[in-house]
């Protein structure tokens, strides 16, 4: 099942297991079960610590758990954790075989605290990015804590259930047979919604922070980049963001980042996180900033009502998914209406769906889903794409995707429970249309996350900061950079540049004042 270079791999991982630990399977008689018997025979025959039995009696079938022996297991594979979910695979197996987390040690302390009984049911499919940090989240818990335990559900696999669940969206997790929550969400976000306190603690912390120098608002590249700088020239630095890495989180393949041939968003993500931390930046995740008040300590508010002060911010705030605006869309998102192609393309695997937008996202987002969905329409309000020729070409040669433009979209329809279909104008002949489908994937590219700074800068008519070559805005001691801001072509590493620059003349301003 698995090649000789993973086996390898695995092997030297599994030298980190410092207790035995079980694989106990509930297979039956399909090709899939045959495939997991082969993959845990192969897991079992690379460390004497693993051992494994058939006789599970999980109902969902093929599945598998890990655990202690003589110990009801708490981490359920159903389905192979293969692609995205390999990671997943060797860490639930090493932290079960006692291999410490690398978590922060208050955030293990509150896992273990947790009480209560929860049972996590986890939809995932194997080619979403998002889905594994999900699933460790959870799993890590489930080590931690002996009320936890978590099923991670190929959602490919277990279509019947992902059909009469109405899921149409992924990851998507079940506490307690309860829907819980949608999309990627870290320890800390799962914690803050178990552990109610938290957030009024966090928020009294906060409130006690002596002055920065500079604040970053903001964790994607642009505000990495600001924090990095700033704090390598010795100033007292803090990041604040939602979560880190921003939509570098949301972004699979990157081939563009000059000097690394090809990386993954959360990888990246990841890196940066650890970079800007390896300089002892204050850095304070789970807050979203609401208002800022300029002075000669500039305040930036959060949400959950700490104020923090600094001398200098600097705004990385970065841009979002632009919605289509249309009745119906609001309705039925993560029922039928999608922003994550990759994430949950498999869920509508043979099925028909359309895609909106003529950029270089949606044309290629178009091709991935055409060797998995049955039809693909390609909506776009013009009569040229603005994709690049090399991406039209190829969508152009595929025989299961039509174009239909130049269109404007007038409505998401459905039955109440998810989409059926998408009313158009043809902007040819002005007739009124619709398509009967089941999935709508929209990639029209980015609204700036600044709706929160009206009133407070000069923000330009499409509501991008508006700043000049060095990053200031029009607020003395606040600067900007990335995609919140009227800087053109949003890229990863113009988002970075731009936050060197912003931070450089942040501190440009410290020394002057
Ligand atoms: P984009 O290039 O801005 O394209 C957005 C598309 O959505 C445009 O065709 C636009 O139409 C359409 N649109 C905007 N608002 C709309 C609305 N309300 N209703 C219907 N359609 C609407 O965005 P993107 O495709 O996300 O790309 C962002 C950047 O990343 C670009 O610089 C792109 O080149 C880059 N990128 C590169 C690659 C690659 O090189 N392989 C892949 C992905 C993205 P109009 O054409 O009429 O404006």
Same mark, same amino acid.
């Given at each position: ?10 092997k ?10 079980e ?19 192969d ?9 494994l039995?058939?006789? &599970? ?25 293969l ?6 695979? $060797? ?15 208050a955030?293990?302390?509150? =896992? ?6 929860? %049972? ?15 699933v ?43 829907e819980?929550? %949608?999309g ?30 500079? /604040? +970053? ?9 600001a924090? =990095? ?6 100033? *007292?630095?803090?990041?604040?963001? #939602?979560r880190?890495? &921003?939509? @570098?989180?949301?972004?699979?393949? =990157? #081939?563009?980042f000059?000097? @690394? ?12 996180? %650890?970079?800007?931390?390896?300089? &002892?930046?204050?850095?304070?995740? /789970? ?14 508010? /959060? ?13 990385a705030?970065g841009?979002?998914?632009r919605e ?19 994430c949950? &393309? ?12 003529g950029?270089n996202?949606s044309?290629?987002a ?23 020729? @090399? ?16 269109? *404007?979209?007038?409505? +998401? ?5 998810? +989409? ?11 007739e009124?249309? *619709? ?6 994937? @929209? ?10 700074? %009206? ?29 919140c ?25 410290? $020394?002057?004042?």
């Amino acid at each position: 099942m698995l090649d000789d270079a993973i086996k390898e791999q695995l092997k030297s991982y599994l030298e980190k297991l410092q207790r035995p630990i079980e694989l106990v399977a509930s297979l039956d008689d399909s090709a899939k079960a045959q495939e997991m018997r082969g993959l845990l025979t192969d897991i079992a025959a690379l460390s004497d610590k693993i051992s494994l039995r058939e006789n &599970g009696d999980a109902a969902r079938r093929p599945s598998f758990a890990i655990g202690l022996p003589g110990e009801a297991p708490r981490i359920h594979f159903a389905g192979l954790p293969l692609g995205h979910e390999f990671t997943s695979l $060797v860490l639930a197996l090493l932290q079960t075989g006692g291999h410490p987390p690398k978590l922060e040690p208050a955030l293990i302390e509150q =896992i273990k605290n947790l009480s209560g009984r929860f %049972q996590v049911e986890a939809f995932i499919s194997l080619s979403c990015h998002n889905c594994p940090d999900v699933v460790q989240a959870f799993n890590l818990m489930a080590v931690l804590n002996p009320g936890v335990s978590c099923t991670m559900i190929d959602g490919a696999l277990f279509q019947d259930e992902v059909n009469s669940r109405q899921i149409m969206a992924v990851p998507i997790v079940y506490l307690n047979g309860a829907e819980f929550g %949608q999309g990627r969400m870290t320890v800390e976000e799962i914690l803050a919604k178990l552990d109610t306190g938290a957030a009024a603690r966090a928020a009294e912390e906060l409130g006690k922070k002596a002055p920065f120098d500079v /604040l +970053v608002v903001g964790g994607g590249p642009a505000g990495a980049a600001a924090a =990095i700088y700033a704090a390598r020239k010795g100033i *007292r630095t803090g990041v604040l963001a #939602e979560r880190f890495g &921003g939509q @570098v989180l949301d972004t699979l393949s =990157i #081939e563009n980042f000059i000097s @690394v041939k090809e990386t993954e968003g959360p990888k990246l993500a990841a890196a940066l996180e %650890q970079h800007v931390k390896h300089y &002892g930046v204050d850095v304070m995740t /789970l807050q979203r900033a609401t208002k800022l008040t300029p002075g000669e300590l500039v305040e930036v508010h /959060l949400e959950s009502g700490a104020i923090l002060k600094s001398k200098t911010v600097i705004l990385a705030t970065g841009a979002r998914w632009r919605e289509m605006n249309v009745p119906g869309e609001k309705e039925y998102k993560a029922k039928g209406i999608c922003f994550c192609p990759h994430c949950d &393309g498999p869920l509508f695997k043979g099925k028909r769906v359309a895609m909106i937008g003529g950029g270089n996202s949606s044309v290629e987002a178009a091709i991935d889903l055409a060797g998995i969905v049955g039809h693909v329409t390609l909506f776009h309000r013009r009569d040229t794409l603005r994709a690049d020729a @090399v991406l039209q070409n190829k969508l152009n040669s595929l025989p299961n995707v039509s174009v239909i433009k130049p269109a *404007r979209i007038i409505e +998401v329809t459905g039955d109440g429970e998810k +989409v059926n279909g998408i009313a158009y104008q043809d902007l040819v002949s002005n007739e009124i249309k *619709r398509l009967e489908l089941e999935g709508i994937f @929209v990639q029209i590219g980015l609204l700036p996350n600044t709706e929160w700074l %009206q009133g407070a800068l000069e923000l330009s008519p499409s509501g991008e900061i508006v700043i000049d070559a060095k990053g200031h805005t029009s607020l003395p001691g606040v600067f900007a950079a990335g995609d919140c801001t009227i800087t053109p072509y949003k890229q990863i590493i113009i988002a970075m540049g731009s936050g060197a620059t912003a931070s450089l003349s942040a501190f440009d301003y410290l $020394v002057r004042s």
